[in-house]
């Protein structure tokens, strides 16, 4: 089954359901170049975050394999009061920095929800 992507639609959702709880949202390709962003307030190096959670990718793909492991589908960095979420799907990498008071597996939902076969 083949299903479109629709970038600005994700971003859309993510951002109107999320409102003040995400700081910002980046989509970006595999090598961490910058397709999409929003940014809430704060200024963020968006390439520099890009490029480090692709690495991050990069690396666990890499372990994964090393132990016969399927590559990961997303990753969670909580730190202090903060999530943040890098979510992989075809071929794009979604990030998020957000309030740890979120319920991951909405951010899940919204991304789902987003995606429409074609």
């Known amino acids: 089954m083949t299903v479109l992507i629709d970038l600005d639609l994700i971003l ?18 595999e090598n961490g170049a910058v397709i999409k962003s929003y940014i809430n307030e704060e200024e963020f190096n968006k390439a520099s975050i890009s490029l480090n959670i692709s690495q991050l990718y990069e690396l666990a793909e890499e372990t994964a394999e090393s132990i016969g492991l399927h590559n990961p ?13 890098s979510i992989k799907i075809l071929e794009k990498l979604i990030i998020l920095l ?13 991304i789902n929800n987003s995606i429409n076969p074609p």
């Open 98 to 110: 957000t309030v740890d008071q979120i319920r991951v597996k909405e951010v899940f939902r919204i």
């Open 73 to 85: 589908d997303f990753n969670i960095i909580h730190s202090d009061n903060y999530y943040i979420l």
């Open 12 to 29: 859309k959702n993510l951002i109107s359901e999320l409102g003040s709880s995400v700081y910002f949202i980046l989509i970006s390709s």
